[in-house]
Structures are given as C-alpha cells and as structure tokens.
C-alpha cells in the first residue's frame, strides 16, 4: 500500500490518521462523559489529566491531517455518487475539520480560564491560553459542551453515510478508508 495518496485511492498515512483520529476523539469523547458524572476523588483528576493530554494529541494529530491533506491529492468521489452528496460530504468533512480544531482549543481556554495546570502526558508543560476568569471558564465550558454534542451527531451521521454507502448502495466508498489494500491499488 502506498503512503501518499493518488487521485484514486487514500494512502496508508491518510488512512492511519483517519483510524487513528477516529479512536482518539470516540475514546477522549467517551472519557468526557464518563469523568464528568463521577464525583470529586483522585480518579476523576487522572481522568481529566488524561483527557486533556489525549485533546491536546488530538489538536496536534489535525494540525499534521491538514498538512497532509495539503500536500496530497484528494481522491475524486465516484460519479455514481450525485452533485448534492458530493456537496454534503464536502461540508460534512468541513465541519469535521472545525471540530478537531475547535473542541480541544475550547477544552484549552476551560483549562487556562481555570487557571489548572495543564502538562501533557507528564512530558510537557502547556502554558495557560488566557487570564484566569470564572466568566471565561463558564462559556467556554458551554461551548465545548454545545461542540460536544454537534460533533457526536456529525459523527452519527458519517458513520450512518459510511454504512449506506457499504451495505445499501454498494459502491465502495468506506472500502477506500479502510486500512487495507484497495482494489484499485496496484
């Protein structure tokens, strides 16, 4: 399998990242849910700790996706798939962008505005985004809290396209981001 993309096919990097992402944000969306229903003990600090480092990978895994997109050719939709699903995906994956960004940059200034230190994994100090302030902390709490959920559905609904795609129209579409060798590949 090759690396790079071609104008047919996603390479193996675009699809590790793809998988690779797809995990972290399922697994650091879940440890959301789950860190903020458990009451005030150690473990729900380790959890914190761990969502916060796993969000900033994250931010740091779409910044190399946005890169790698921009040096490598995207592969063409089929023309089986029509002009207004063309359009929806494109704003579909849009939107994904603005997510990876957005939800660990919001969880950040949350972070910051609570003036919490914020060391990665234990490997690397982040300095706070903004002044401490229990009102930025109050709206940023609600805007990835809102994120939260529009990416959660977003998420529902390409998984949904992926598996119309598969199993109702059988055209190949989630064939060509899975990590294994595409027919088309030579």
Known sequence: MKIRNTTQVWG?????????MALGIVGTMTLGLVM????MSALKFELYAIHKSLGMTLLL?????????????V?????SVPPHEQRLAGWAHGLFYVLLFAMPISGYVINSAANF????????????????????????????????????GLIVVHVAGALRHHFILKDGILRRMLPTKSSKET
Do not use: M
């Open 61 to 73: 895994l779409a910044a190399l996706r946005i890169f790698w997109r921009w040096i490598n050719p």
């Open 75 to 79: 592969p063409a939709l089929p023309d």
């Open 12 to 20: 193996s990097a675009a699809k590790s990242l793809h998988w690779l």
């Open 117 to 152: 230190p914020l060391n990665v994994f234990g490997v690397l100090q982040v300095p706070n985004l903004v002044p401490e302030s229990e009102r930025i902390t109050d709206a940023a709490t609600w805007v990835h809290g809102s994120l939260f959920w529009f990416f959660a």
């Open 36 to 39: 903020v229903n458990l009451p």
